[in-house]
């Protein structure tokens, strides 16, 4: 049979005029002839094109295209997707690249751009995620310094006229609209005192995601010396106990610089506790406070429970620790409160390495977790949604750079993270998705902020300075905007 017959038979049973027959090979010569669906036992039903045709109507397009039925038609799509749909989603506010370009044009011999672009944008960067433009031209790094987050400085002065354009695109998701409930990109620290014991209501602020020195927040309400870290927050609201000694409670709102305002009151005059929070309730282990002889006690059965976002006082939680420590630290990814490390007693030589979870939304006492690489006290820990980190402090009287890290969810000994950049105790930390911030306390790093990447163990990395001296401070951290 030639190639030509073969082809003719298959055309012939393609052929939506032969659509009633079938293709078949002959059992004696092994040629393809078609066979009449008709003979064929239990013949299928055929669906040929002007079948299709006529169910695949324009009825049945516009059902398929209206609003009113399963989709959307075209002018209706351009009446959604318009000039403000496009821009919130251009924009590094919105959901889509977060691409922004500034653009000046130089002045001869100028080496710094900042402040207000030829757009009326000021600039504002993380570290990495810019390119910079000379005349269209990319520089490389080299030459320039793009550090501060804030400003470009050229290695060589612009020609008067020159174009630089700085094109930045959003780094990646690290607290501002992301599952943390509880932090986000913008740090506040608080509090503290410095070398004469002076009182410290000062607020100092900066950027997570981008390296640099604190910026002036505002002030607490008291000026007085806040004691070690235990701090409260939602990404929009942070709580802080406001002095030592005292039950008062002060909340800003990170978006907003500027003074405190009074939240409440503490259960007790407090000096030490260690808190985290869910986003919703926030709870504090007092774990030194005074009683109403004004006593010094630690008991693990004070746990004060307030809901950030709204000022009242401080509740009675209704469940206990199992340990009594002082000088403990706290920290939650949301879902688990831990409190860990302290001291047994009121000595430095008396210090535990035990930690303990509880969780917000069980009615149950506190559990055993595991436990520290080793005891210590007066020192910081904060937690994003998978890892609690633990740094400095005191073991048995002597300072201490150890960095301990463990997974909240999983219950289970810490591990050895890496190590700070010197020995000291009496710091806060608090973190956004990323990165964590350490701030204050120690010996000579009073003003120091220091930072680790809590996906990746290793030494801390320096950050910047506080606007002054700060020793038994805290911290916490939410949305700029």
């Not at 393609?14 to 090979?25: C, E, M, N, P, Y």
């Not at 550090?147 to 930045?168: C, Y």
């Amino acid at each position: 049979m030639s190639l030509n017959r073969r082809l003719a038979n298959l055309g012939n049973v393609i052929d939506s005029a032969t659509t009633g027959h079938f293709l078949s090979k002959g059992d004696s010569d092994g040629q393809f002839s078609t066979v009449a669906y008709s003979s064929i036992v239990g013949t299928p039903t055929v669906l040929d094109s002007a079948l299709t045709s006529q169910l695949v109507d324009s009825s049945y397009v516009q059902l398929r295209q209206t609003s009113s039925a399963a989709g959307l038609d075209s002018a209706l799509i351009t009446t959604l997707v318009d000039s403000s749909y496009v821009a919130a989603r251009a924009g590094s506010g919105g959901g889509g690249s977060g691409f922004v370009k500034y653009q000046y044009t130089a002045t001869q011999g100028q080496t710094t751009f900042q402040d207000s672009a030829s757009s009326g944008a000021t600039l504002s960067y993380s570290e990495d995620y810019i390119l910079v433009h000379y005349n269209g031209v990319a520089l490389p790094s080299s030459d320039y310094t793009a550090t501060s987050g804030s400003s470009v400085v050229l290695g060589t002065g612009a020609d008067s006229g020159a174009i630089v354009s700085i094109a930045k695109w959003s780094a990646p998701s690290s607290g501002g609209a992301s599952g943390m409930s509880n932090g986000g990109d913008r740090a506040v620290h608080h509090g503290g005192y410095n070398t004469g014991s002076l009182a410290k209501s000062r607020l100092d602020y900066w950027s997570i995601p981008t390296p640099g020195n604190a910026a002036d927040f505002g002030d607490l309400l008291v000026a007085e010396r806040n004691y070690q870290n235990g701090n409260l927050s939602n990404k929009t609201r942070g709580i802080y106990s406001v002095a030592y000694n005292t039950k008062d409670l002060n909340y800003i709102t990170f978006a907003t610089t500027g003074s405190a305002t009074d939240f409440g009151d503490l259960t007790h005059k407090i000096y030490n506790f260690a808190a985290g929070s869910n986003g919703t309730i926030g709870l504090m282990q007092l774990t030194r406070y005074r009683d109403g002889s004004d006593n010094l006690i630690h008991d693990p059965a004070i746990i004060d429970k307030v809901t950030i976002a709204t000022a009242g006082n401080a509740t009675d939680f209704g469940y206990t620790m199992s340990v009594a420590t002082l000088d403990a630290t706290g920290l939650s990814d949301g879902t688990t409160f831990i409190k860990a490390g302290g001291a047994s007693s009121n000595s430095c030589s008396n210090t535990v390495n035990n930690i303990e979870k509880m969780t917000f939304d069980t009615s149950a006492n506190g559990s055993d977790f595991g436990d520290l690489t080793s005891t210590r006290y007066a020192f910081c820990g904060s937690a994003n949604l998978t890892y609690g980190i633990f740094a400095g402090g005191q073991s048995a009287c002597t300072n201490i750079n150890t960095i301990d890290y463990i997974t909240v969810a999983t219950p289970g000994n810490a591990t050895d993270f890496g190590d700070l950049s010197a020995a000291y105790n009496g710091h806060t930390a608090c973190c956004n998705e990323v990165r964590m911030t350490i701030s204050g306390g120690g010996t000579t790093n009073w003003t120091n902020i220091e930072y680790v990447t809590m996906a990746t163990p290793g030494n801390s990395t320096d950050f910047g300075d506080l606007l002054g001296d700060s020793i038994d401070p805290g911290a916490n951290s939410g949305n700029a905007s």
